[in-house]
């Protein structure tokens, strides 16, 4: 009722469609409509019915071709495959994530919420007592292990308060090899709080302050009555320079182990005396431009590229071994090698010189460049390493104190325009200092499983979210092997810009006489800070603790 009559009983259509002749395209539709409407297939032997539409019939959900297995898969065993993706990229202009999952969840369904997987890392160390000091600061970093994480979590008041002054004494906590109840150990739950205490400057909130560079879209849009009220600017740099003087002073008496300073355009590293292999006080820029360095040079900053330097004299080494290998080839040949003993032409051979003009005497017909930019193309490798991690900027000894006021007063130092305009460099520090406020790192534990071959297995882990500091990575590793009995693993997600820190600050035949014995920080980790950086510009991705012995991948 309500429907013409001849709906259910077309005939003429019918009769209409079978004597129009069939087109090379009309089996595969036939085909296509026999899939998409749910009624063909399920009913052999019923005509389709001729006036339903391919467009309005309800389509199936094409299957989804597997995703292909991200770069870093074949290094990492099944359990460990599930969470490479849980880190974030370097990168600090993400999409925003979505809603926090349950505890339990599948990892899988996690691992959604971040979108590039971590870095292929070398070939894997040798199993040692220690890992080497990584002077990059993380963003995050991923624990997980056969032990469950729930000991770090819902701390009581009475604990959070003793590992704040555990921290703020410097108390040295020493633990047991292994802890059997780590939820019912105080002094364990003590010692994880006291790992997570870091030092910043300024202290806003409810703006974002670490990362610095590439975070202008997370800035966007907060409010910052400093942007265009320049007396609230001056304050703030002046309450900044107070807080920046104090910390190296504590610096230079070996109360404080090093700081950072992050600007939106670079960020500077302070070590004491005694710490990378240094018997004096060092500072690391990176990355760097020319311009900046030119202003350093001006200033009568002396500095040093180190891994500018070590890659040229890689460079050559590479070239007079090809060219030694040459001549030997040729000379077993029986053939003289045209031009062997000749220097290959360098730029820095041109001093600017056009006598060589007189001499054809044409001097005066022909257009001189200027001295600018003869400078310029002598200092073209230098140029092109700016933004780079070939553009780190080493300064050692009472240069750092030149350094300090130069960046006091340096105008590249805070934007001018943008987000971050009028908006004072990033503190941190692992020691308190004037005008510091003292943070702590985000951590959380989840519970989930993980699929392997076979089913699901049960996966637990602790996610730590913040600005992982040298030595905060040191000090969760010395809670976290007691508290899971010798074994777990750890992916860490370096912010990429501060990875050139790594590179050697100290000549090899130096030697160490600078101890620094109340520097805030334990015994081990101011043992393992001390040592000379061995990971160049890279840094550690993968840390692994196995029957309490590491293994870490770059």
């Known amino acids: 009722p309500g429907h013409s009559p001849g709906f259910k009983k077309p005939p003429a259509l019918l009769r209409l469609k079978r004597k129009r002749p069939l087109r090379r395209s009309e089996p595969a539709a036939s085909d296509v409509a026999a899939v998409s409407d749910p009624r063909g297939p399920s009913a052999p032997g019923r005509r389709r019915n001729p006036f339903s539409s391919l467009h309005n019939a309800p389509q199936r959900a094409a299957a989804a071709p597997p995703a292909p297995a991200p770069p870093g898969a074949s290094w990492c065993c099944p359990l460990c495959y599930s969470f490479i993706q849980f880190l974030q990229p370097a990168g600090e202009d993400q999409p925003p994530r979505r809603a926090e999952p349950d505890e339990r969840s599948d990892i899988l369904a996690l691992s959604k919420d971040l979108h590039s997987p971590l870095a292929v890392p070398r070939v894997p160390s040798s199993p040692r007592q220690e890992f080497p000091a990584d002077w990059s600061i993380k963003t995050r970093i991923l624990f997980m292990s056969s032990q469950p994480f729930t000991w770090a979590e819902h701390l009581k008041a009475q ?5 704040f002054a555990q921290h703020c004494r410097a108390t040295e906590t ?27 400057h300024p202290s806003l909130p409810w703006l974002p302050l670490f990362p610095r560079i590439g975070a202008d879209r997370k800035i966007a849009g907060k409010a910052c009555p400093w942007a265009q009220d320049e007396a609230l600017q001056q304050v703030l740099m002046s309450d900044w320079s107070v807080s920046f003087t104090s910390l190296y002073n504590l610096l230079r008496a070996r109360l404080c182990p090093y700081f950072y300073v992050c600007s939106p355009q670079f960020s500077v590293l302070f070590r004491a005396a005694g710490l990378a292999g240094s018997d004096v006080p060092t500072a690391a820029i990176a990355p760097t431009t020319r311009g900046l360095r030119e202003a350093m040079r001006s200033e009568g900053i002396e500095f040093s590229l180190p891994l500018l330097e070590e890659s040229r004299t890689r460079k050559q080494k590479s070239s007079e071994e090809n060219l030694e290998a040459e001549t030997t080839d040729s000379l077993r040949g029986g053939r003289s090698v045209e031009g062997a003993d000749e220097p290959a032409p360098s730029d820095d051979d041109d001093d600017g010189s056009f006598s060589w003009l007189e001499e054809m005497g044409v001097q005066d017909k022909v257009k001189k460049p200027d001295t600018i930019s003869i400078q310029l193309r002598k200092e073209k490798h230098e140029v092109q390493v700016d933004h780079r991690p070939e553009s780190l900027v080493l300064v050692r000894g009472t240069n750092t104190f030149t350094l300090l006021n130069f960046l006091i007063s340096c105008r590249s130092l805070v934007a ?4 971050q305009a009028g908006l004072p460099p990033t503190l941190l520090s692992p020691v308190a200092f004037r005008g510091g406020t003292m943070q702590t790192l985000k951590a959380r534990s989840v519970n989930g499983r993980a699929r392997v071959q076979g089913g699901f297995e049960d996966v637990f882990s602790l996610e730590v979210v913040g600005p992982v500091l040298p030595h905060a990575v040191h000090a969760l590793a010395l809670v976290l092997g007691p508290a899971q009995r010798g074994a777990f693993r750890a992916l860490l997600s370096p912010h990429e810009p501060s ?5 050697c600050p100290a000549p090899p035949q130096e030697a160490l006489h600078q101890d620094l014995p109340a520097c805030g920080l334990h015994p081990k980790t101011v043992e393992q800070l001390r040592q000379c950086p061995t990971l160049g510009k890279s840094s550690i991705r993968l840390l692994e603790m196995k029957d309490y012995a590491y293994t870490w991948k770059a």
Do not use: H
């Open 159 to 163: 604990e959070e308060a003793q590992g």
């Open 174 to 200: 020493t633990l047991p090899r292994s802890v059997q109840e780590p939820r019912l150990s105080t002094e364990l739950r003590c010692a994880f709080q006291q790992s997570l205490v870091y030092w910043l």
């Open 416 to 419: 001018v325009a943008g987000p």
């Open 499 to 503: 990875a050139a820190f790594n590179a």
